[in-house]
Nanobody, 124 residues
């Protein structure tokens, strides 16, 4: 099991940027693929971005492709999500998640360990 703690959320105007971070504990970070999900009020949690164990393969939901970038630093056991060109519809609580596989996943069921989330609010 890995413990995950997100940070970096906040209030930003449309068109602005944020960088989310996720700190992982445990000695086996490199055996996990990682992902970011988000959940807006009244909506289901949805996939945002995923990254494989090495960081060499990434995938994004179409709604964020070209605006968000997922990355990881295995030496520091950190996961990141760079959010650019933010839109009001990006407003949600963002969650970091770990998958006990080397290859990335794109569905909720692919991930077993979750952080508490960090709130991103984009004003128009």
């Amino acid at each position: 099991q890995v413990q995950l703690v997100e940070s970096g959320g906040g209030l930003v105007q449309a068109g602005g940027s944020l960088r989310l971070s996720c700190a992982a504990s445990g000695r086996t970070f490199t055996t996990y693929a990682m992902g970011w999900f988000r959940q807006a009020p009244g909506k289901e949690r949805e996939f945002v971005a995923g990254i494989n164990w090495s960081g060499g393969i990434t995938d994004y939901d179409n709604s964020v492709k070209g605006r968000f970038t997922i990355s990881r630093d295995n030496n520091k056991k950190m996961l990141f999500l760079q959010l650019n060109s933010l839109k009001p519809e990006d407003t949600a609580r963002y969650y970091c998640a770990a998958r006990r596989r080397l290859e990335l996943g794109v569905t909720l069921g692919d991930y077993v360990d979750w952080g508490q989330g960090t709130q991103v609010t984009v004003s128009s």
